[in-house]
């Protein structure tokens, strides 16, 4: 059994070209693949205003993000810990620099790449 037939207006008839500059191209191309579509893609997406697929986050970024909420859970607990006086200051205060020296650790690397 055969596909149906497209009604005449969603049949993509003609073809167009247009010229650049290599910024321009540059940044068209760069929009495109920092949303994961193809350039014809993306103009098609801005000329009908549809809307854009979100922005993928890197991979490093995604560790990274994970990184910096386990980092928030650690201070959550040891911000119920401090009220519930549930460990004495002095492991309070070690586990609170830990956790600083790994948010310099977090900048430095962010810093770096």
């Known amino acids: 059994m055969a596909r149906p037939k497209k009604d005449i207006e969603s049949i993509k008839a003609i073809i167009t070209s247009f010229r650049l500059s290599v910024d321009?191209?540059?940044a068209l191309a760069h929009n495109a693949e920092s949303l994961g579509i193809t350039i014809p893609d993306y103009i098609r997406?801005?000329?009908?205003?549809r809307p854009l697929p979100r922005t993928r986050i890197s991979p490093e970024n995604?560790?990274?993000f994970v990184e910096l909420s386990r980092i928030g859970n650690n201070i959550n607990q040891l911000t119920k810990n401090s009220h519930l006086r549930m460990h004495s200051p002095k492991i309070l205060f070690r586990q609170l620099a830990e956790l600083r020296h790994l948010l310099q650790e977090l900048k430095s690397n962010i810093k770096n790449k």
């Open 45 to 49: 997406k801005k000329i009908s205003g």
């Open 62 to 64: 995604r560790k990274l």
């Open 24 to 26: 321009q191209y540059l």
